[in-house]
C-alpha cells in the first residue's frame, strides 16, 4: 500500500515536471560557481534538494486547495484528490515532509565554505510565497503572473544560495525570463478552463477577456521572455557568444511552434505546446549554457 501511495502522490504533483523549473536554478548556479570561481557539492545538493523538495510542497498544496474545484470540473474530475485515490491526510503528510525537507535543505548552505546563512533565512517566506498561488485565482486574473514569479525565485534563490546577495543582474534578468515564460504557457494552459472558470466565478486571463486576446498576451509574454534572456547576454559572466545566440533563435522557433499548436478554435494540442516544448526550451537552454562554459574555459 504504501509504495502505491508514494506512485500516485508522484503522479498528482507531476514530479518529471521538475524539469520546467530546475534547469533554470542550475543555469543561475553555473553562472555564479562561474563567477565564484569554485564548486561546492554542499551547495549543488542543497539546490537539488531545495528544487525538488519546495516544488512537491507546492504541487501537493495546490492540490489540496484545488480538490472541490477540480472535482467540479470534469477536465480535472479524475485527479487523484477528488477521484478518492489520495486522502486528504495523507497528501497534508506529504505537503508538511517536503516543507520541512526543504527548510533543512536550506540549512545545508551553513555547511558551505564561507557559510551561507541567507537560503535559510528565506525559506520559510519562499515556500508561504510559492503555496499562496493556488489562491490566487480565487480574486485575481493575473494568477498567470503569480506562478510566473513563483518560479522566478528558482535562479534567483540558487544564485543567493551561491553568491549571497552580490552582484544580482544576471539572475534577475534570468528570473524575470522565466516569469515571461512561466506566465505565458500558463496562459495557455488555462484557456481549457475558461468557460469553467466563468461558471466557477474563478479568474484567468482567458475567462476574462476570452481566449483569442489571452492568447495574443502569451504571446506577448514570450516576446518579453526572448528580450530578457538576449539582455542577459550583455550581463552574464562568462561572456555567452554565438553558441548561447544560436540556442535563442533555437527557442523562439520552439515558442513559435507552441503558439501554432494553440489557437482559440483549437485546443486539442494544449498539453503537447506545454509539456513537450516547454521541458525542451527549459532543458535545452542549459545544455547552451553548459557549451558555452566548456568553450570560454577551453579558451582561457
Given at each position: 500500500?504504501?509504495?502505491?501511495?508514494?506512485?500516485?502522490?508522484?503522479?498528482?504533483?507531476?514530479?518529471?515536471?521538475?524539469?520546467?523549473?530546475?534547469?533554470?536554478?542550475?543555469?543561475?548556479?553555473?553562472?555564479?560557481?562561474?563567477?565564484?570561481?569554485?564548486?561546492?557539492?554542499?551547495?549543488?545538493?542543497?539546490?537539488?534538494?531545495?528544487?525538488?523538495?519546495?516544488?512537491?510542497?507546492?504541487?501537493?498544496?495546490?492540490?489540496?486547495?484545488?480538490?472541490?474545484?477540480?472535482?467540479?470540473?470534469?477536465?480535472?474530475?479524475?485527479?487523484?484528490?477528488?477521484?478518492?485515490?489520495?486522502?486528504?491526510?495523507?497528501?497534508?503528510?506529504?505537503?508538511?515532509?517536503?516543507?520541512?525537507?526543504?527548510?533543512?535543505?536550506?540549512?545545508?548552505?551553513?555547511?558551505?565554505?564561507?557559510?551561507?546563512?541567507?537560503?535559510?533565512?528565506?525559506?520559510v517566506p519562499v515556500l508561504v510565497f510559492i503555496c499562496a498561488y493556488s489562491w490566487t485565482k480565487r480574486f485575481t486574473a493575473l494568477a498567470?503572473?503569480?506562478?510566473?514569479?513563483?518560479?522566478?525565485?528558482?535562479?534567483?534563490?540558487?544564485?543567493?544560495?551561491?553568491?549571497?546577495?552580490?552582484?544580482?543582474?544576471?539572475?534577475?534578468?534570468?528570473?524575470?525570463?522565466?516569469?515571461?515564460?512561466?506566465?505565458?504557457?500558463?496562459?495557455?494552459?488555462?484557456?481549457?478552463?475558461?468557460?469553467?472558470?466563468?461558471?466557477?466565478?474563478?479568474?484567468?486571463?482567458?475567462?476574462?477577456?476570452?481566449?483569442?486576446?489571452?492568447?495574443?498576451?502569451?504571446?506577448?509574454?514570450?516576446?518579453?521572455?526572448?528580450?530578457?534572456?538576449?539582455?542577459?547576454?550583455?550581463?552574464?559572466?562568462?561572456?555567452?557568444?554565438?553558441?548561447?545566440?544560436?540556442?535563442?533563435?533555437?527557442?523562439?522557433?520552439?515558442?513559435?511552434?507552441?503558439?501554432?499548436?494553440?489557437?482559440?478554435?483549437?485546443?486539442?494540442?494544449?498539453?503537447?505546446?506545454?509539456?513537450?516544448?516547454?521541458?525542451?526550451?527549459?532543458?535545452?537552454?542549459?545544455?547552451?549554457?553548459?557549451?558555452?562554459?566548456?568553450?570560454?574555459?577551453?579558451?582561457?
Open positions: 500500500m504504501f509504495p502505491s501511495s508514494v506512485r500516485r502522490i508522484l503522479e498528482m504533483i507531476r514530479f518529471s515536471h521538475t524539469l520546467f523549473a530546475l534547469p533554470f536554478a542550475l543555469f543561475s548556479a553555473v553562472l555564479a560557481w562561474y563567477t565564484k570561481q569554485v564548486v561546492q557539492w554542499v551547495e549543488l545538493c542543497g539546490i537539488l534538494l531545495c528544487m525538488v523538495s519546495a516544488r512537491s510542497a507546492a504541487m501537493a498544496f495546490n492540490r489540496l486547495a484545488d480538490r472541490d474545484i477540480d472535482a467540479a470540473n470534469p477536465r480535472t474530475a479524475g485527479r487523484h484528490l477528488p477521484a478518492g485515490h489520495l486522502r486528504p491526510g495523507t497528501v497534508w503528510i506529504f505537503t508538511v515532509v517536503c516543507s520541512a525537507v526543504f527548510i533543512g535543505s536550506a540549512a545545508l548552505f551553513l555547511l558551505a565554505v564561507p557559510p551561507n546563512p541567507w537560503p535559510l533565512v528565506l525559506a498567470h503572473f503569480w506562478l510566473g514569479a513563483s518560479l522566478l525565485l528558482a535562479p534567483l534563490a540558487a544564485w543567493i544560495a551561491i553568491r549571497g546577495i552580490e552582484d544580482l543582474s544576471a539572475p534577475a534578468l534570468l528570473g524575470l525570463a522565466v516569469l515571461a515564460w512561466v506566465a505565458g504557457f500558463d496562459i495557455i494552459y488555462s484557456c481549457q478552463d475558461a468557460d469553467f472558470d466563468r461558471r466557477a466565478r474563478l479568474h484567468s486571463l482567458p475567462a476574462r477577456l476570452g481566449i483569442g486576446p489571452a492568447l495574443r498576451i502569451a504571446l506577448g509574454c514570450h516576446i518579453l521572455m526572448l528580450g530578457l534572456l538576449l539582455a542577459l547576454y550583455f550581463f552574464a559572466s562568462p561572456p555567452l557568444g554565438a553558441i548561447y545566440l544560436a540556442g535563442l533563435g533555437l527557442v523562439a522557433i520552439l515558442l513559435l511552434y507552441e503558439h501554432s499548436l494553440v489557437t482559440p478554435h483549437n485546443l486539442t494540442r494544449v498539453n503537447q505546446a506545454f509539456f513537450q516544448v516547454n521541458a525542451i526550451i527549459s532543458v535545452g537552454l542549459l545544455v547552451v549554457l553548459l557549451v558555452e562554459i566548456a568553450r570560454a574555459t577551453w579558451w582561457e
